[in-house]
C-alpha cells in the first residue's frame, strides 16, 4: 500500500535478525518509518552520514571489520534510495560499484526507488540501466510518487530472495482484497512511458523552481537539483509565513533547510505563484 510497507516486506524477505541493514543517515527507513523496520524485521539499522544523501564504498568500508565477531550485527544488506531523500541521484557506475562491494562481502543491494522514475528521467536511461543492469536484489519501485494513487511495488531481481515472499506480504497485511485495482494502476505508468513523461514533467518544475529561487536574496541551494527536488535555506524568522500559504517541510532546524518537492502535476503557475510569495515575504 505505500513505501513502508514495500521496503520492509522486501528487506525482511533477507534479512536474519541478527544482521544489519546500511544505510544513509537521511534513508527514509531510518528516519520516515516510525522504526517499523527495527519492529518487523527485528534487526538492527545501521546508518552512514552522507553530504549528499549517498552511500560509496569508502562510507561503508569501515563498518566490514565486524564480520564474523558474535559481539556485533551482521552487514547483511545495504539500502540506498534512487532519487536520494536529498534529491541527489545515483549513476548506474555509482550502483554498480555498490552491489559489486555488496555482493563481495556476502550482502545484497536493496534499492528504496520511491522516485526511480525521476532518477531514470534525469539520467536519461531506462529503468533496468539502474536496477537489472547494475546488480541491484531487491527493487522498492515507487508509483505514489509518480502518479499512482496508491500502491508500490516488490521487484525481486534475485529470485533467490522472493522465496515465501506471498506469505510474508500476506502476514504483514500488504494483500489488498481487490489487489488488481492496485495492479491496474502500475499497467497504466507502464504504457506508453508514462512513467517517464510524468517524472520529466517534475523534474523540469524543479529546475524552474531552482531558476526562480536563485534569484531571491536570502536564500541559498544547499544540494545539486538533479531529480524533482529542491534544497533551501530560507531565513528562520520567515519560515511560518512561508507556510502560512504553501506546505513544506523544514528538512534541518539546526539551519532552516527546507525541503520543496515537485510532481506529476505541478504547474508552473505554481512555481511562479511559489516564487512571489517567499518574494514578497522576505522582501516585507
Not at 560509496?56 to 559481539?71: A, D, F, K, S, W
Not at 534499492?111 to 536496477?131: Q, W
Not at 488488481?180 to 512511458?193: G, K
Amino acid at each position: 500500500f505505500n513505501g513502508t510497507g514495500a521496503n520492509v516486506l522486501s528487506l525482511e524477505s533477507a534479512l536474519r535478525p541478527h544482521q544489519s541493514v546500511i544505510t544513509p543517515v537521511s534513508a527514509h527507513i531510518n528516519v520516515d518509518e516510525c522504526g517499523a523496520p527495527e519492529r518487523y524485521i527485528g534487526c538492527k539499522v545501521q546508518t552512514v552520514r552522507t553530504s549528499d544523501g549517498k552511500l560509496t564504498r569508502e562510507l561503508i568500508e569501515p563498518l566490514m571489520h565486524v564480520i564474523g565477531n558474535e559481539h556485533h550485527s551482521q552487514p547483511g544488506a545495504l539500502s540506498i534510495t534512487q532519487s536520494t531523500e536529498y534529491g541527489t541521484v545515483y549513476t548506474p557506475d555509482e550502483i554498480a560499484l555498490l552491489s559489486e562491494f555488496a555482493h563481495r562481502h556476502g550482502m545484497f543491494l536493496h534499492m528504496d526507488g520511491a522516485r526511480i522514475s525521476n532518477a531514470a528521467a534525469a539520467l536519461d536511461v531506462p529503468l533496468r540501466a539502474l536496477t537489472t543492469d547494475v546488480g541491484v536484489d531487491i527493487l522498492s519501485f515507487g508509483g505514489t510518487k509518480n502518479g499512482v494513487m496508491f500502491g508500490e511495488a516488490v521487484v525481486f531481481l534475485n529470485p533467490k530472495l522472493a522465496e515465501g515472499f506471498k506469505f510474508r506480504r500476506k502476514q504483514g497485511m500488504q494483500l489488498a482484497s481487490k489487489m488488481r485495482f492496485v495492479s491496474a494502476q502500475f499497467e497504466a505508468l507502464l504504457t506508453a512511458d508514462l512513467w517517464l513523461r510524468s517524472a520529466r514533467h517534475a523534474n523540469s518544475m524543479a529546475r524552474l523552481l531552482e531558476t526562480e529561487l536563485r534569484g531571491i536574496p536570502g536564500v541559498k541551494i544547499t544540494q545539486p537539483v538533479q531529480a524533482n527536488g529542491v534544497f533551501a535555506i530560507f531565513p528562520r524568522e520567515h519560515i511560518g509565513a512561508l507556510q502560512e500559504k504553501y506546505f513544506f517541510f523544514v528538512w534541518d532546524e539546526g539551519i532552516s533547510e527546507c525541503r520543496l518537492m515537485c510532481s506529476f502535476d505541478t504547474t508552473e503557475d505554481d512555481i511562479r505563484g511559489f516564487g512571489g510569495h517567499v518574494r514578497s515575504v522576505l522582501q516585507g
